[in-house]
């Protein structure tokens, strides 16, 4: 054998020696994606989650040089596309848009996943509800609102926003908990999502509802319906005259529904950090901004590590609201 060929194999075995030792295939870490991805949503097309997930994937694709296909995995409350991602294999193929719904649903007992079970790569987007009343109210301000709430017996004001415990729901018995209330002060009328709650409230069905002021855009902008407060931090750009409830009431309670990239427990670290990295490049670009920007989503960044830390600290939460609406079964 030729010297330059012995070296060449001497390399070449070397090279395979060391991805071995971390479980890959050769060149996998240097070459990655050398295949197309999968991109798992554990929600319908055509939702937020999903469109989220479309501008996302279309711009990895476009850093990455691969394509990354979405693919909708749907039912059991998104148990079924949450499951597809966790038992997926960690090889950096398959990756999803995990939702707030990870950190809620073992605690209904409806799957033993958590936000642990994954790999996190990023958070890339954060929506907090807001409390928006019909524009035939006679509810002006927040503080008006949650007066007449603390005035009147339990239940007899009405919500909805979203299903028995859900995110929307699970918000209003947080406030109610931060106002020092019963967590059914407010009853609570399922249904199968904002659009069709707002309808109801619109329509004079509901005193309140507690969905995403995106979600209740097209309502508000109907002049059916105006929105009082939101439970963020700070003031949502995209609507820059709702008030937050510390602004409004001195109560200082934040939520939300939040959506990041996560990959199959156990993915190389070195594959995370790229995909991390070029999230970043996701996130950052005018193309991202504007498109959320233009359906009033709210993009919030977190990397690997703070997305990790921001969803043990939902996990918490959720798990207290559950457990004061005696939703939990944990």
């Given at each position: ?10 390399a070449s075995?070397a090279?395979v020696a060391a ?9 996998f ?5 050398a295949?197309?991805?999968t991109v798992i ?46 038992s ?5 193929y ?11 649903m073992h ?5 033993e ?11 890339m ?14 509810y ?38 931060a ?7 407010v009853?609570?009328?399922p249904s199968?999502g ?13 005193d309140?509802?507690t ?10 902008e ?19 005259d709702v ?12 939520t939300?529904?939040?959506r ?30 504007d ?24 996990d ?8 004061a609406a ?5």
């Amino acid at each position: 054998m030729p010297n330059i060929t012995r070296r060449a194999f001497a390399a070449s075995s070397a090279a395979v020696a060391a991805t071995a030792g971390l479980g890959l295939k050769p060149g996998f870490a240097q070459g990655y994606p050398a295949r197309p991805v999968t991109v798992i949503v554990p929600w319908g097309a055509g939702g937020g989650t999903d469109a989220t997930a479309r501008i996302v994937a279309a711009l990895l694709e476009k850093d990455l040089g691969q394509p990354f296909n979405v693919v909708n995995r749907t039912g059991g409350s998104g148990v079924v596309g949450h499951s597809a991602i966790a038992s997926a294999q960690p090889d950096g193929y398959t990756i999803g848009m995990i939702t707030v719904e990870i950190s809620m649903m073992h605690w209904q007992g409806l799957t033993e996943l958590g936000p642990r079970s994954y790999t996190p790569l990023a958070l890339m987007n954060e929506d907090p509800p807001g409390i928006s009343v019909s524009a035939s109210s006679p509810y002006k301000t927040v503080k008006e609102l949650a007066d007449a709430i603390k005035a009147a017996p339990p239940g007899k004001l009405k919500a909805s926003g979203t299903g028995q415990g859900g995110i929307w729901h699970l918000a209003l018995v947080g406030w109610m908990k931060a106002m020092g209330l019963p967590a059914n002060q407010v009853g609570w009328v399922p249904s199968n999502g904002a659009a069709p709650a707002m309808q109801d409230l619109a329509a004079g069905g509901l005193d309140l509802c507690t969905c995403s002021i995106p979600e209740a855009r097209a309502i508000i902008e109907a002049g059916k319906a105006r929105a009082l407060a939101i439970m963020a931090p700070a003031r949502n750009p995209s609507f820059p005259d709702v008030a937050t409830l510390k602004e409004a009431m001195g109560i200082d309670y934040s939520t939300g529904a939040w959506r990041g990239i996560a990959a199959p427990k156990g993915l190389p670290a070195e594959i995370a950090t790229k995909l991390t990295a070029s999230l970043q490049k996701v996130y950052d670009s005018k193309e991202f901004k504007d498109f959320m920007g233009n359906r009033g989503f709210g993009t919030v960044w977190g990397d690997a590590a703070k997305f990790a830390e921001f969803m043990d600290k939902g996990d918490a939460q959720m798990g207290d609201a559950m457990k004061a609406a005696g939703l939990s079964k944990a």
